[in-house]
């Protein structure tokens, strides 16, 4: 039992002294995602949507650790493969930003998941990256499709960012994409206000 504790006390300063030696899907002592997990990190050939994986596996295992516990570790790992996966596309672009999440989740979860993503791929690429558009009136999650197409409609520039997007090539930054229906009003907004738009989704989970 002394043991035991030992180990659990030793882990814990571990962790906390060192958090990106340990896994963030199945918690083996590894710098970042370890190749095991890494091997569910597979994209979904038929979906339309720019992404790295499909939603399944160590992919939404990163989410749910993000999103849901608020690991910054698993953060840096979406961001990581985000960037690794796309490099070269991700290098074409001017300007970083990100899908916005509803205040509701915002206000649940205590910080934008959408921003610390883009802000950790801008980081990885060298690119500048800012806020551009407002949060949609409802939070996605438990939405239907039409619901989820109708709610994104809400999302729009924020007052006084025209000038930061017109006539710039502008990446839009997502962690899952369900319908799409966010990512393509985002770009739309940026294609209207005289940018040009591309997008990412860390995840595709599609609609079945």
Do not use: N, P, Q, T
């Given at each position: 039992m002394g043991k035991r504790l030992h180990v659990r006390i030793l882990s814990s300063i571990l962790d906390t002294l060192y958090p990106r030696l340990r896994c963030p899907v199945?918690?083996?002592?590894?710098d970042g995602l370890c190749p095991v997990c890494r091997l569910t990190i597979v994209p979904e050939e038929k979906a339309g949507i720019l992404h790295c994986s499909r939603y399944e596996g160590s992919a939404?295992?990163?989410?749910?650790?993000?999103?849901?516990?608020?690991s910054f570790n698993a953060?840096?790992?979406?961001a990581a493969i985000i960037h690794d996966s796309h490099s070269e596309y991700i290098r074409g672009f001017d300007l970083v930003t990100w899908a916005p999440s509803s205040g509701l989740s915002r206000k649940r979860l205590g910080f934008d998941h959408g921003e610390v993503l883009a802000r950790n791929v801008a980081a990885l690429a060298g690119s500048d990256c800012r806020r551009l558009f407002s949060a949609p009136a409802f939070e996605q999650k438990g939405l239907e499709r039409t619901e989820r197409q109708e709610n994104a409609l809400s999302?729009?520039?924020?007052?006084?960012?025209?000038?930061?997007i017109r006539g710039r090539k502008i990446l839009v930054i997502d962690d899952v994409a369900t319908t799409g229906s966010t990512l393509r009003i985002c770009s739309e907004r940026i294609t209207d206000a005289g940018g040009i738009a591309g997008a990412i989704a860390f995840a595709y989970q599609g609609t079945r």
């Open positions: 199945c918690g083996e002592y590894y939404k295992a990163l989410v749910s650790s993000f999103k849901s516990r608020g953060a840096r790992e979406i999302i729009g520039i924020i007052k006084g960012r025209i000038d930061l």
